[in-house]
């Protein structure tokens, strides 16, 4: 699909010295896959509004070596229509970033994903996710994440999930669960 390059380049001019990306709230609804971010070398924050990417069904974040904290806000990656079917391939995975100490997630955004993935993030140290995230996903493993020290999951977040593993996580001081999440 090449058409969100020319809406995306458009608006921005991206080139792997760019240190923090920022979208603003309501942007890009129609959009149906999220732009890659592999050359950005040098990004350290991704922050993404409300109700943004809101058609998009895969969230990859691989390989950013610089980048720090990610902040997803409220209904963004959740379908404009809020009763659509089930997809499996929506995905979030989060893998060999060495520099990410935290990530937020605001409420109800990602809520209709099915797979949730967290991997080689050395750094990690919070972890928050919203309201309503997550809901169909069927396991939530938070495994060899040394220097993770709170994980805070809201209500109704990971609402299917039947398999919860937590390992190697010598630093984690705090979890709390809100009323119907995991």
Known sequence: NDEWHSSIFNYWILDNHVESITVADDRYPL?????????????????IGNNSFRNVRVLNL??????ESIRIGESSFQPIETYTRITT????????????????????AFSDYV?????????????????????????????????????TIASFAFLNCCLVKLENLPKLQSIQLDSYSL
């Open 89 to 108: 391939d929506s995905s979030f995975r989060i893998v060999n970033c060495p520099k990410v100490q935290s990530i937020q997630i605001g409420d109800y």
């Open 62 to 67: 691989y390989e950013l070596n610089e980048l």
């Open 31 to 47: 959009m149906d896959s999220f732009f890659p971010l592999y050359f950005l070398y040098a990004v350290k924050r991704i922050v």
């Open 115 to 151: 797979l949730f993935k967290l991997s080689n993030l050395p750094s990690l140290q919070f972890i928050t996710i919203g309201k309503h995230c997550f809901k169909y996903v069927s396991s939530l493993s938070l495994a060899n994440l040394p220097q993770l020290q709170s994980v």
